[in-house]
């Protein structure tokens, strides 16, 4: 079987009917959950042979989460270069919540295929999520947020970031109501965290 998490590894036919697949499943992944969508639906879209699909993919939830991944892993670059120059954890975790917010405001499809899979994931342990761990360690051990946020910050903090992208796609808002609400986000995010009102207020005048 292909291997499906390293499409760079594959042969330029088997590339160019992996991108196929990824593609239709994108369009379609805009549209429904991944259990509403069928192969047969999939290949069809990508105009080639069911066996293509079970080559690439072991079933339909791995083919979501590998598009979701690729989304992620863009969202995650986005946020890494956004605080590149920032040594602030606080100011770090509220980087990231804006730079998602942005995101689903200038990529609202994109936000509904990375909402709609575990490749959204709020584990600790998930590779995605280290840059956070490593802000949320540096915060607590600064005193700069709760104790609690050792353990339980990270869950938190992807939590309010995901419902807010999910907030975001779905009411439409302009742009004046939508960065209320992003500031409004961040602002009640970091006073839970045990940051200070007035800290949190700057933080979050983008």
């Given at each position: 079987m292909a291997n499906h998490f390293e499409p760079n590894s594959l042969s330029p036919r088997a590339a160019r009917t992996h991108a196929a697949l990824v593609a239709a499943g994108f369009e379609l992944l805009v549209e429904r959950p991944i259990d509403a969508i069928a192969i047969d639906e999939v290949v069809a879209r990508a105009g080639v042979a069911k066996g293509s699909?079970?080559?690439?993919?072991?079933?339909?939830?791995?083919?979501?989460e590998a598009i979701a991944s690729e989304v992620r892993l863009e969202l995650e670059a986005l946020v890494t270069r956004a605080n590149s120059a920032v040594t602030d954890p606080v100011k770090r975790i509220a980087g990231g919540m804006r730079v998602a917010a942005d995101f689903a405001l200038n990529h609202p499809k994109r936000t509904a295929v990375l909402l709609r899979s575990h490749a959204s994931s709020t584990a600790?342990?998930?590779p995605l999520n280290k840059g956070l761990v490593d802000d949320f360690k540096a915060a607590v051990d600064a005193g700069m947020v709760r104790q609690e946020a050792a353990d339980s910050g990270v869950l938190y903090w992807l939590g309010l970031c995901q419902i807010l992208m999910a907030n975001l796609v779905e009411r439409r808002l302009d742009r004046p109501g939508a960065e209320r609400r992003i500031s409004e986000m961040i602002v009640l995010g970091l006073t839970g965290l045990g940051v200070k009102n007035a800290t949190a207020s700057k933080l979050a005048v983008r």
């Amino acid at each position: 079987m292909a291997n499906h998490f390293e499409p760079n590894s594959l042969s330029p036919r088997a590339a160019r009917t992996h991108a196929a697949l990824v593609a239709a499943g994108f369009e379609l992944l805009v549209e429904r959950p991944i259990d509403a969508i069928a192969i047969d639906e999939v290949v069809a879209r990508a105009g080639v042979a069911k066996g293509s699909f079970f080559n690439h993919f072991p079933d339909k939830q791995h083919f979501a989460e590998a598009i979701a991944s690729e989304v992620r892993l863009e969202l995650e670059a986005l946020v890494t270069r956004a605080n590149s120059a920032v040594t602030d954890p606080v100011k770090r975790i509220a980087g990231g919540m804006r730079v998602a917010a942005d995101f689903a405001l200038n990529h609202p499809k994109r936000t509904a295929v990375l909402l709609r899979s575990h490749a959204s994931s709020t584990a600790r342990d998930h590779p995605l999520n280290k840059g956070l761990v490593d802000d949320f360690k540096a915060a607590v051990d600064a005193g700069m947020v709760r104790q609690e946020a050792a353990d339980s910050g990270v869950l938190y903090w992807l939590g309010l970031c995901q419902i807010l992208m999910a907030n975001l796609v779905e009411r439409r808002l302009d742009r004046p109501g939508a960065e209320r609400r992003i500031s409004e986000m961040i602002v009640l995010g970091l006073t839970g965290l045990g940051v200070k009102n007035a800290t949190a207020s700057k933080l979050a005048v983008r």
